[in-house]
């Protein structure tokens, strides 16, 4: 490969350096401590600040492979597909009518794949730190859960129209918790808990149940309704792994145990007023202005795209904003599409969705074929709660979450064997 024939001439004449440099050989370690930095800075620092660490990481990374003999880029399909949307995303804004605002957009993109292949090169090398970065996750939500709780327990105002209760009987409007994530919102604080709750499949047996519920708990105090259709699918996935890796013995047990945890969970929900109107929104279609809202955005979007499907308007929430102004219903305003693979179309077209399912694909199918261990099966978990929240919202395009995507994609990317598919 071209690529890698470049990486050889430079690591041949920077190769005594780094044999000779104590710095460089512990590089492993500064791009670890940007790493954990990016995951504990989400919790309450600035979306540019967290981007900084990201960005020390993908240039140390950059050095490493520079200088380190033996370093290559060795793609697989999902790597390749990866590769592609970038491209395409690339000449959509190239070919963007407002450049400039799209360039901002082009950079974020590049700051999110950038630590992506950092990480994959660092995993590959440090499988053993796995650990650490779900650990790492797990205090992050330890310490949100107990901000959600003492939030729900004073009852905090909403900042902004959280929740549609123009059809609420007062005892039905829910106390909507946002943690410390910034900017408040308790749909990214939802989306957020969902995203790392799987952490705690990697933590001891008998801290990780309770990790697992009382992260539920406080997703559930959210009222993200996206979240909780996210987390209804991870508790199937959680229950089938631990259904497969029970013994014959006890499956029957752990099925009557699951049938009485249902009950329990159907009984809160039906039994506590705010929750149930919360719920049962989710099915309310037009008559919830919130769902009618979104109803709106889609349909302004859908139009977007049927005239912009081949290459998009250019990636970035403010290129967003500008030409969704021409197609949006009066009185209709929107920051983003509220569906990831929608707003991905609209922004970069048909092909550049196309080659991000395609990565999102052969990501999910490698975490099938290593779902025994558990690193890889939490970041399965993890995934698939992003993507099915991502359909009606779009807080995944948040450094808070779009890291987490791609720091669980990177676990299942650099948990194998690099060029197998």
């Given at each position: 490969?071209?690529l ?16 000779k440099?104590?710095l ?7 791009i ?12 309450y ?5 967290i ?29 390749k597909f990866?590769?592609?949307y ?56 330890v310490?949100?859960t107990?901000?959600?709780?003492l ?13 549609d ?5 007062p ?43 009382s ?8 009222g ?9 699918f ?29 009950m ?15 719920v049962?929104?989710i ?8 769902n ?20 998009g ?62 690193y890889?099966?939490?970041?399965l ?16 395009f ?14 299942i990317?650099?948990?194998y064997?690099?060029?197998k598919?």
């Amino acid at each position: 490969m071209f690529l890698n024939n470049i990486l050889t001439f430079f690591q041949k004449i920077t190769g005594p350096l780094y044999e000779k440099s104590v710095l460089l050989q512990k590089i492993d370690w500064l791009i670890f401590i940007c790493i954990l930095a990016v995951i504990f800075s989400s919790v309450y620092a600035s979306s540019d600040f967290i981007g900084y660490f990201a960005i020390f990481a993908i240039i140390l990374t950059l050095i490493k492979i520079c200088t380190k003999c033996g370093e290559k880029f060795e793609p697989d399909l999902s790597d390749k597909f990866l590769i592609l949307y970038f491209v395409l995303v690339f000449v959509s804004v190239a070919g963007s009518s407002l450049f400039y605002l799209s360039l901002k957009g082009f950079f974020k993109t590049c700051t999110y794949l950038g630590f992506y292949m950092s990480l994959v090169n660092y995993i590959k090398d440090n499988r053993d730190k796995i650990k650490y970065i779900f650990y790492a996750y797990a205090l992050c939500v330890v310490f949100e859960t107990a901000v959600a709780f003492l939030q729900n327990f004073v009852s905090v105002d909403a900042i902004s129209g959280w929740q549609d209760t123009s059809r609420l009987n007062p005892e039905e409007v829910m106390t909507r918790v946002y943690g410390t994530l910034k900017p408040y919102n308790p749909n990214l604080f939802g989306g957020y808990l969902l995203a790392c709750i799987p952490c705690f499949f990697a933590l001891p047996k008998k801290w990780a149940p309770v990790g697992i519920l009382s992260g539920s708990m406080a997703l559930v105090l959210t009222g993200c309704r996206g979240a909780y259709i996210g987390l209804f699918f991870q508790l199937i996935l959680l229950a089938l792994f631990v259904y497969k890796s029970l013994e014959k013995r006890y499956r029957k047990l752990f099925t009557s145990l699951l049938g009485v945890i249902v009950m329990c969970i159907t009984f809160v929900i039906f039994f506590v007023t705010s929750l149930r109107a919360r719920v049962l929104s989710i099915f309310a279609m037009r008559s919830d202005s919130s769902n009618s809202f979104r109803f709106n955005v889609y349909n302004s979007c859908i139009d977007m795209f049927r005239d912009n499907w081949l290459l998009g308007i250019g990636v970035g929430n403010q290129n967003f904003r500008e030409i969704y102004g021409l197609y949006m219903k009066t009185g209709f305003d929107a920051l983003s599409a509220y569906n990831i693979y929608l707003e991905t179309a609209v922004e970069s077209g048909f092909f550049a969705l196309a080659a991000f399912l395609g990565f999102i694909v052969f990501i999910i199918k490698r975490a099938l074929k290593e779902v025994h261990s558990v690193y890889a099966f939490a970041a399965l978990v993890s995934i698939v709660g992003i993507l099915l929240h991502g359909m009606v919202d779009t807080v995944f395009f948040r450094p808070q979450i779009q890291f987490t995507f791609w720091i669980m994609a990177a676990v299942i990317r650099g948990s194998y064997d690099s060029g197998k598919n």
